[in-house]
């Protein structure tokens, strides 16, 4: 059974820091694309960012918001990603979820399918 | 960035119905479309990708068609369990936006 569990949220003060992590089991998880996605309470769906496996390269990619705040990493020996966030600002409450980016095979290109599976999300809250 | 737009933001039906979301895409994105679900408390589940191919596990009654910059999940026949929020998010290219959502409630 693929599992995605959360943890390293909570409450911090606007232009602290904290990092989150993922821990993985039930899949490959060297061979996985993984992703953080974001939810403001009540609100909708952000996406944050993407790590390729190191097989593909290992990059990483951020939404607009973050980037140049937030670090995505991995440590494929422990089965876990990582979310470092600094510069924390207000906005930037939400409850955070780690996801696998899925892919699919069609004409002779892998194409990506979606976020497959979800953590249970861990809540940051940014607030003097 | 392309921008997604659902239409309704909401939408009250009984079991049984058969109910039409709609998600329009600000530029071409082919058939790299996804739709989720939400229900309250939860992680969003993955139903559709590619447009229309049903995610392993997702019921029949789930259906998914579009291409280019207008897309449609459709719900054959309403169940309790399908009350929620859905979401449509595009995978052209990074970032990997989503839709604002549709609140699917009970009339």
């Known amino acids: 059974e693929v599992k995605l569990v959360e943890s390293g949220g909570g409450l911090v003060k606007p232009g602290g820091s904290l990092r989150l992590s993922c821990t993985a089991s039930?899949?490959?998880?060297?061979?996985?694309?993984m992703t953080w996605v974001r939810q403001t309470p009540g609100q909708g769906l952000e996406w944050v960012g993407r790590?390729?496996?190191?097989?593909?390269?290992?990059?990483?990619d951020y939404a607009a918001p973050v980037k140049g705040r937030f670090t995505i990493s991995r440590d494929d020996s422990r089965n876990r990603l990582y979310l470092q966030m600094s510069s924390l600002k207000t906005e930037d409450t939400a409850v955070y979820y780690c996801?696998?980016?899925?892919?699919?095979?069609?004409?002779?290109?892998?194409?990506?399918?979606?976020?497959?599976?979800w953590g249970r999300g861990t809540l940051v809250t940014v607030s003097s | 960035d392309i921008q997604l737009t659902q239409s309704p933001s909401f939408l009250s039906a009984s079991v049984g119905d058969r109910v039409t979301i709609t998600c329009r895409a600000s530029q071409d994105i082919s058939s790299y479309l996804a739709w989720y679900h939400q229900k309250p408390g939860k992680a969003p589940k993955l139903l559709i990708y590619?447009?229309?191919t049903l995610q392993s596990g997702v019921p029949s009654r789930f259906s998914g068609s579009g291409s280019g910059t207008e897309f449609t999940l459709t719900i054959s026949s309403l169940q309790a369990e399908d009350f929620a929020t859905y979401y449509c998010?595009?995978?052209?290219?990074?970032?990997?936006?989503f839709g604002q959502g549709t609140r699917l409630e009970i009339k």
């Open positions: 590619a447009a229309s």
């Open positions: 998010q595009h995978l052209k290219s990074y970032p990997l936006t």
């Open positions: 039930g899949f490959s998880f060297s061979r996985a694309w």
């Open positions: 996801t696998t980016l899925g892919d699919y095979y069609d004409s002779a290109h892998y194409h990506l399918r979606g976020f497959d599976y």
């Open positions: 790590i390729k496996s190191k097989a593909d390269s290992g990059t990483t």
